[in-house]
């Protein structure tokens, strides 16, 4: 990229750079090669012995075991022992041993070096997803983007995982998961950080041309002039008021006789003003630079899939600009025509994204495809109905919004159906042009979903709402806090085991 320090010298992905170790060892190594080890204690129980302190002295520094309560004691042989509160609980899921691994990364913020035993005898969890998770907790609970002084030393060196020799294979095929899974994450989250200036439609372009060969992708990448000819209205409307130019990026993974084909389209809106309709210079406005998250978690999964041996052929179009005020800009009243002929009256142009993702979502529907999911940080409403730590997905099609549910339940990125009610359309409707770009002040998330449904041509559809997740105000376990990167882990889980839809509407 060019020299200007203005758009930052920097790496938009440095936290991808220089990884960790990951290792399955049947003993525990030397302090040297991990300076901290997790000891789980259960509350009510007896520690462990090899702790060194029982109940009563936890008891005394206020450790009760309760569920995700951490206490650093220093070991005899110079090693700092984390007790990890497991609480009292019979049933422990993966999310909770995910959370865990996390909780334990984060008590001992100055070790570089960490180990963790995996328990041994019968658990409901398998001993490869066991590892997979804790090394995902583990790996995003350090990750951090940080592009100042020191940037570059890695919070983490290595990672051990102390397993039986029985199932040490087992182990280190689910570790390999858990880090090409924590590496997907962390594209996202990198992305997602990297400031709008840096990381321009055309910068986010050449990152997928620099990642898609190492994880056996075909990208192509359209440009303005490609995209004036092939009729995409909504991105070059959007793309109107900024000086930097937009990009419609394709990444395709295709394996030997797929299963199913699965579409992708992702929200890259790389910094979202409002344009003419300009944001108040409020907390949210400065969150915008995270407007991409949908493009980004999606980059980050595709990277996934080689290399998870993923059965279903996935195309992603990642719909990438920025939304800017200027001379130039898309105007109020402006009427744009999109991919698919349809015409769309501009009535606010901070609704932006749903008109970048028309054309994502018509060309995702010109060639066969057996499914179609969006994610997109379309709506404030959602932020307002559900939160932050669940994103809102509708559809027309249960068997897929059932995918999507069950992806998001595994991979701890959770979503909750919001109704897609057909009588809204009519806030949709316009006196001059096919439709309007704004339904009413109410229900926003929904009369959104209805705008992106013009343009999927009848097929399965999936729509993910990650307006409030996509921003977290604090660190929760393995999640960080600002720009989450939220959907890599979600989308990879759909990938992995996604099943063409039956038809049920
Ligand atoms: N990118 C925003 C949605 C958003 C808002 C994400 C807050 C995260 C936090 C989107 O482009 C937008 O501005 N939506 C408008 C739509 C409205 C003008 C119909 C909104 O939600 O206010
Ligand atoms: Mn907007
Ligand atoms: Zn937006």
């Known amino acids: 990229m060019s020299g200007n320090p203005a758009r930052g010298t920097f790496d938009p992905i440095p936290s991808t750079r220089g990884r960790p170790t990951v290792r399955v060892a049947t003993q525990l190594p030397p302090v040297a090669e991990a300076a901290a080890l997790a000891v789980p204690v259960s509350e009510g129980g007896q520690p462990p012995a090899d702790l060194g302190v029982d109940a009563a002295q936890l008891e005394v520094a206020g450790f009760a075991g309760k569920s995700s309560q951490t206490l650093v004691v220093p070991g005899a042989d110079g090693r700092a022992l984390v007790a ?129 060969p190492g994880a056996g992708l075909e990208v192509e990448v359209f440009a303005e002039d490609q995209l004036i000819e092939m009729g995409c209205g909504g991105i070059l409307g959007v793309n109107l008021g900024s000086v930097d130019e937009p990009r419609l990026i394709r990444l395709r993974y295709s394996p030997p006789d797929p299963t199913g084909r699965l579409a992708l389209i992702g929200k890259g809106v790389m910094y979202d003003s409002g344009g003419i309709s300009l944001k108040p210079a409020d907390e949210s406005h400065a969150q915008m630079k995270n407007d991409m998250t949908g493009a980004a978690a999606i980059m980050g999964a595709m990277t996934a899939l080689g290399e998870l041996g993923c059965s279903a052929a996935v195309t992603a179009y990642l719909c990438c600009t920025d939304n800017m005020p200027s001379g130039s800009a898309m105007k109020l009243g402006d009427v744009l025509t999109m991919r698919n002929g349809k015409t769309v009256e501009v009535l606010n142009t901070d609704a932006e994204g749903r008109l970048v993702m028309a054309d994502g979502l018509c060309l995702a529907t010109e060639e066969p495809v057996d499914a179609v999911v969006d994610i997109a940080t379309l709506t404030g409403a959602c932020l307002r109905t559900l939160g932050v730590e669940v994103a809102g997905v509708m559809g027309n099609s249960s068997h897929l919004i059932g995918q999507v549910e069950e992806a998001g339940g595994i991979a701890d990125e959770p979503v909750w159906e919001l109704p897609l009610y057909r009588p809204y359309r009519k806030q949709l409707d316009s006196s001059i042009a096919d439709l309007t770009n704004m339904g009413g002040v109410n229900a926003g998330s929904i009369t959104a979903a209805l705008f992106l449904e013009e343009f999927v041509d009848a097929h399965p559809w999936a729509h993910i709402d990650i307006a409030g997740t996509a ?23 759909l990938a992995m085991r996604f099943e063409v839809p039956e038809g049920d509407d």
């Open 471 to 493: 921003q977290q105000p604090a660190v929760r376990t393995w999640r960080n806090k600002g720009a989450s990167g939220f959907g890599a882990k979600l989308l990879i889980e």
């Open 84 to 212: 990890l509160g497991i609480g009292s609980g019979d049933t422990i899921d993966l999310a909770t041993v995910r959370d865990l691994a996390a909780d334990f990364a984060r008590a001992v913020p100055q070790h570089k070096t960490l180990a963790v035993e995996l328990p041994v005898g019968d658990l409901a969890i398998s001993a490869a997803d066991f590892a997979q998770v804790v090394v995902e907790g583990v790996l995003l609970a350090r990750w951090r983007y940080f592009v100042g002084k020191g940037g570059d030393e890695p919070t983490l060196t290595s990672l051990t995982l102390v397993a039986p020799a029985a199932v040490a294979d087992d182990v280190r095929e689910g570790a390999r998961r858990g880090e090409v899974v924590a590496r997907a994450a962390a594209i996202s989250r990198d992305l997602s950080n990297c400031p709008a200036t840096t990381l321009t439609a055309a910068r986010m372009a050449e990152v997928a041309q620099e990642l898609a």
